[in-house]
């Protein structure tokens, strides 16, 4: 089983706690064939006026880039690696054009493999919180959570993967907290067919649990998505989690290959043995 994983945290992240040299030893022991770190980018907080109850620093991207650079010349003078490193973030999406400009700023300036697109905060607050779901229906809250999605997948900034639909259930209050795709049919279909217009990619997320779920990763199918990326969202060097059981998962839908990307470009392997 050829294993990638594009999305992972290392201690540059506020909440990671693994250094990049041993994400990168993790990897290798464990075989895989591509390893991306994706530290956060939470410009949403920085520039963007969104809140969350703490307040924690963001990615020191310089410091995060030379020491990524040190382990990568380190990996290519080894000539039993095997292991593609790949340098990425996590641009956490909020509307408006300080944001995005900043984003358009750091994305030209470093040379990315893989930019990681996703949404933490709607209405203006981190929905992995409580608290941003106070005096919200389920409707309207993942109503809102779903329609700054659908915006975020228009910036101008290059990315190369949707990540997560589905992060605000983990703290969503209800007693039913699935994000199904029957209950928001019109908005999650106008979600993944604008992935797949955009030739971007689908992630397949397992940070506590997966997302988005099996039912949303079939319609994707359905509507004729093929770009699909597995992301352990590891944050204390748990690369690969479930990386099994997802690819059994997305080979019985029809799934044939993960992608990965190197530079923004899209590589392929095959999924399962
Ligand atoms: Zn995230
Ligand atoms: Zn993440």
């Known amino acids: 089983m050829i294993k990638v994983d594009c999305h992972t945290h290392t201690n540059h992240s506020h909440d990671g ?12 022991e464990q075989g895989l064939h591509y390893l991306c770190t994706t530290d956060h980018c939470d410009y949403d ?19 995060y880039w030379q020491d990524w650079k040190n382990v990568k010349q380190a990996l290519d003078g080894d000539k039993t690696n095997t292991l593609t490193l790949g340098f990425g973030i996590e641009a956490a999406y ?12 750091l994305i030209s300036k470093y040379p990315f493999d893989t930019v990681i697109n996703s949404v933490h905060c709607a209405g203006g607050k981190d929905m992995y919180f409580k608290s941003a779901f106070l005096f919200k229906s389920k409707k309207k ?8 999605i659908r915006r975020s997948l228009d910036v101008p900034y290059q990315y190369d993967v949707v990540a997560h639909i589905g992060y ?15 209950e928001f049919a019109d908005k999650i279909d106008g979600i993944l067919k604008r992935i797949i217009e955009l030739d971007k990619a ?13 039912d949303i990763i079939e319609r994707y199918y359905e509507l ?27 080979k019985e839908i029809g799934f044939t290959e993960y992608v990965y990307y190197v530079k ?10």
């Open 17 to 28: 706690h693994v250094s990049v040299a041993d994400m990168a030893k993790l990897a290798r």
């Open 45 to 63: 907080l920085v520039y963007g006026g969104c809140r969350a109850p703490f307040r924690w620093g963001d990615t020191d991207v310089e410091s």
């Open 94 to 105: 909020a509307d408006g054009d300080v944001v995005a400009e900043k984003y358009q700023e």
């Open 141 to 148: 809250a993942y109503g809102l959570y779903l329609d700054t």
């Open 168 to 182: 605000l259930t983990h703290g969503a209050p209800y007693r039913d907290k699935a994000l199904r795709y029957v």
């Open 202 to 214: 689908l992630e397949v997320n397992f940070h506590h649990e997966m997302n988005p779920k099996r």
């Open 224 to 250: 004729g998505g093929r770009k699909i990326s597995y992301g352990s969202d590891a944050h204390r060097g748990d690369i690969c989690k479930e990386f099994e059981s997802v690819s059994n998962m997305l």
């Open 264 to 273: 923004h470009e899209p590589h392929y392997v095959p999924i399962g043995d």
